[in-house]
């Protein structure tokens, strides 16, 4: 089935890069920032010669002075074509989250003083941590900023690494470049849209990078491993043609601090942070803190800094290096607008396990539900959430023994009415009647159930994780650890019902379980691990809780007659 063409509910959206309304309004509000000059005051940055950048595919950076090949960068230039000319002609310096704030750059501050501030602060972090961070603190930017930043000053680049590449994108990003088909394919390069799917050999010159035997690059962690199957980035390590990027990036440096994990800052496409952790790896008990990031969109040039890092002056101060920080002081940016998301984070109730179990006492004894009254609605709050995010395609959904299990075996019929593929794994299938019926549901419903979950995992677009649910505990029994070991080294997108198996309901990944979904669909209300959840999507279903009951645990409004809201 067709991957980021269109919806099942009909929007067109790209699969890793789904906007909810509420995005899409700040998406929209984005591009007016890049579109014109806004009331910031900042001066018009100099004008762009256009009809010179599409014929020569000027480098966004001068090459490293390290590394890659002049041949090998000419790929990194072609992604300038492909510019919004709006974006392009009057930039200011502008700061972006993937929370719905977006505002332009420190008041008085110019392209000029940006660069030199982070050139300067660059510089140092490139002696303490290497080309990695530096690369990170020059593209936090403005195109603007980088454009002068291109004449004025000799920046390495450095090499991201990418460990994935999904179909999704290559859909997403298929279109942009058939319009604009600006990129001159490399003479071994794929010139279709399938050439995303296709890996590319590295050239041994960049291979010590974009692999894994850089400790300096890898955090020293076999786990960030560029995995057999996923094709290299050829865009992100200038290897290879320039329409070609991936969907998600890993940035890992044991030098970076906790508080800075969710800057994400990757040039030139729009890239979303999704993760960060500090875990003390099992193989050698070393700690590491890495970000990942999702693309969100395919549109280039477009720098970002996420507030949640960039409200912290002293984390970015840390990620620079830098050794003034009453010069970054002055960066302060204005608050965020507050989003109805944000508001309704803010006055969510969050709920231990104790709790939580008690609440479904209630409502099946007190109340009268039947448990399978609250596992269909819960499953098709789940489905439903989905379905606003991602596009159809092929989703494998792994199921618990519980009724997390329940809700997912629920969830993975009506994805199928909504025009998804869906396959089930299942290893431990209870006898319980409520079970082996919503099993006999999905069989009528031709939906498979699978054994091999490494293979699944990978050729599929969207993994949901329904196995362990509130009553969760304990340390993880088989086969599920190894389950759940898979799981974290896919780089297929994860969305977790209720909690991310694993994770201690209340205190989240206590165990190093490593899961960290891109989506939580929480139910009923959110449990108190849904704080640590740093993924794109937060969404709360189960919309069955009576008006007293709702009142009483601050459960937020749903919209119209959706299942499910969307929290952050
Ligand atoms: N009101 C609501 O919000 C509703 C939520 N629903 C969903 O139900 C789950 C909670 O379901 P529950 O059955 O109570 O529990 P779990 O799904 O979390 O799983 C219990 C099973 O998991 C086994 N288990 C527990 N810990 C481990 C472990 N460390 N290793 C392996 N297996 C484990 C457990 O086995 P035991 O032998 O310990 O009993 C159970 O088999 C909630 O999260 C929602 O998703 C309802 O669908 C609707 C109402
Ligand atoms: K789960």
Redesign the pocket.
């Known amino acids: 089935m067709a991957i980021g063409s269109a919806s099942a509910n009909g929007r067109s959206t790209s699969f890793n890069g789904g906007f909810s309304a509420g995005s899409t309004a700040s998406f929209v509000q984005k591009r007016t920032l890049f579109g014109r000059r806004t009331s910031s005051g900042l001066p018009p940055p100099p004008p762009l010669n256009l009809a010179a950048a599409h014929s020569q595919c000027p480098p966004l950076f001068p090459p490293p002075p390290h590394s890659a090949s002049t041949a090998a960068f000419s790929a990194l230039r072609c992604t300038k074509p492909q510019t919004q000319p709006s974006q392009l002609a009057t930039a200011p310096i502008v700061y972006e989250s993937n929370s719905g704030f977006s505002g332009p750059g420190p008041a008085g501050a110019t392209p000029d003083s940006m660069v030199s501030l982070l050139t300067s602060n660059s510089r140092s972090a490139a002696t303490a941590n290497g080309a990695q961070l530096l690369f990170n603190s020059a593209v936090t930017l403005s195109s603007a900023a980088a454009r002068h930043l291109e004449g004025t000053h000799s920046l390495p680049t450095t090499p991201l690494r990418a460990l994935h590449h999904t179909s999704g994108a290559a859909s997403a990003l298929s279109p942009l470049h058939k319009t604009q088909g600006a990129c001159p394919p490399r003479s071994n390069a794929p010139t279709s849209s399938s050439a995303f799917a296709q890996p590319e050999a590295p050239s041994t010159a960049m291979s010590s990078i974009d692999g894994c035997d850089s400790p300096a690059l890898s955090g020293g962690s076999p786990k960030h491993c560029s995995h057999a199957n996923s094709p290299r980035t050829p865009w992100i390590t200038q290897q290879g043609a320039c329409n070609r990027v991936p969907s998600r990036l890993e940035i890992s440096d044991p030098s970076i601090e906790d508080n800075i994990g969710s800057m994400s800052s990757v040039y030139p496409y729009n890239y979303s942070i999704s993760s960060h952790i500090r875990t003390p790896l099992r193989s050698n008990g070393k700690e590491e803190t890495r970000a990942s990031a999702n693309l969100i969109s395919a549109i280039p040039c477009r720098p970002m800094l996420h507030t949640k890092a960039a409200r912290s002056v002293s984390a970015i101060a840390d990620i620079l290096n830098c050794t003034d920080r009453s010069e970054l002081s002055r960066m302060r940016l204005p608050p965020p607008t507050p989003t109805s998301a944000h508001a309704q984070r803010d006055h969510t109730n969050y709920l231990g396990q104790k709790a ?2 008690l ?2 006492v209630d ?1 099946m004894s007190k109340h009268g539900y039947a ?1 399978e009254q ?2 269909e609605l ?1 499953g098709f709050s789940v489905a439903q959430s989905i379905a606003k995010e991602y596009p159809a395609g092929k989703v494998l959904l792994c199921i ?8 997912g075996l629920v969830a993975a019929r009506h994805l199928k009415h909504f025009g998804y593929k869906t396959s089930l794994y299942y290893p431990v299938q209870p006898a319980k009647d409520l079970y082996k019926n919503l099993l006999h549901q999905c069989d009528i419903h031709h939906i498979p159930v699978v054994t091999d979950l490494t293979t699944e995992a990978k050729s599929s677009d969207l993994i949901v994780d329904a196995i ?10 088989a086969p ?1 650890d190894q389950a759940l070991d898979i799981l974290r080294d896919v780089n297929t997108p994860i969305v977790s ?3 991310p198996s694993g994770w201690d309901v209340e205190h989240g990944d206590v165990q190093g379980i490593g899961l960290r979904p891109d989506m939580l669909v929480s ?2 209300v959110p449990k108190l691990c849904a704080k640590q959840f740093n993924g794109r999507f937060h969404y709360l279903g ?1 919309r069955f809780v009576p008006p007293d009951m709702a009142e009483e645990l601050k459960v937020p409004k749903y919209p119209g007659t959706d299942q499910c809201v969307r929290l952050a």
């Open positions: 939580a179990q609440v479904d409502l448990i609250l596992m819960a618990g023994p519980g009724n997390n299990g329940g809700d362990f649910g509130f009553s969760f505990k304990g340390s993880v029994r599920f019902v209720d909690i139910l009923t189960g």
